[in-house]
């Protein structure tokens, strides 16, 4: 089974901290993905990446950073956090495959806090 | 604009069946994924259409009409363990997901 781990399950920041989210994945995925998921809104993609030191962004990247020095790993940054950056943010990783159908494995995310 | 549309949320009774409607607008169309997310855990994958039919996985079967730009989740002999959010998304042509808000589920004894 593949297994996505994020770094802790609930966090508590205060405005203007930078914020480190980390997620690690143990079965050699190429794709990693970043989301927030708030109350009546689907999964929002944050910024993905594809291979190890690319990055790319998603819908929603205005006040993140991301970082992928390893195949394993993939770090969500925010640079100044704010208080509309409270959420449930969600990593996950996938296999490419012949035609990038095939399924996300998500981690069981961070309840970030910002007050 | 690009857009899934889902039922918020549906209540059914344990054993019975329920189905759970989505519909799409995507810039092209690459298939339609169901997850599964119970409170405070990560979705998991439930199943995967790009061609127009039925597939059924046990308990599980999920439907598309690509003409229609619809799917549903079908839950047959429903459990209590059932009782979860039920997240639609489509993938477009750049392969990326737009996903609904998602229907929660409740199994009422």
């Known amino acids: 089974d593949v297994k996505v781990t994020q770094s802790s399950r609930y966090l508590v920041k205060r405005t203007g901290e930078k914020v480190f989210l980390e997620c690690v994945q143990d079965?050699?995925?190429?794709?990693m993905f970043w989301y927030r998921q708030d109350p009546g809104l689907g999964l929002r993609l944050i910024y993905f990446?594809?291979?190890?030191?690319?990055?790319e962004k998603g819908d929603i990247p205005e006040g993140y950073s991301v970082s992928r020095e390893k195949k394993e790993r993939f770090s969500l940054i925010l640079e100044s956090a704010s208080t509309n950056q409270t959420s449930m943010y969600l990593c996950?990783?996938?296999?490419?495959?012949?035609?990038?159908?095939?399924?996300?494995?998500f981690g069981d995310g961070t309840r970030l806090s910002i007050l | 604009g690009q857009n899934i549309d889902q039922p918020t949320e549906m209540t059914a009774t344990e054993g019975a069946i329920v189905q759970i409607n989505c519909t799409y607008q995507?810039?092209?169309?690459?298939?339609l994924f169901w997850y599964q997310q119970h409170a405070g855990e990560a979705p998991t994958f439930l199943s995967y259409?790009?061609l127009d039919g039925l597939e059924e996985k046990g308990r599980f079967s999920s439907f598309l009409s690509r003409s229609k730009g619809y799917s549903y989740l079908l839950l047959k002999e429903l459990q209590m363990k059932d009782s979860a959010s039920y997240l639609c998304?489509?993938?477009?042509?750049?392969?990326?997901?737009?996903w609904g808000a998602g229907t929660k589920l409740i199994i009422k004894p």
């Open positions: 996950a990783s996938r296999i490419p495959g012949d035609s990038h159908t095939q399924p996300q494995h």
């Open positions: 079965m050699d995925h190429e794709n």
């Open positions: 990446s594809y291979d190890v030191k690319m990055k």
């Open positions: 995507t810039s092209g169309f690459n298939g």
């Open positions: 259409n790009v």
């Open positions: 998304a489509g993938m477009d042509s750049n392969y990326q997901l737009i």
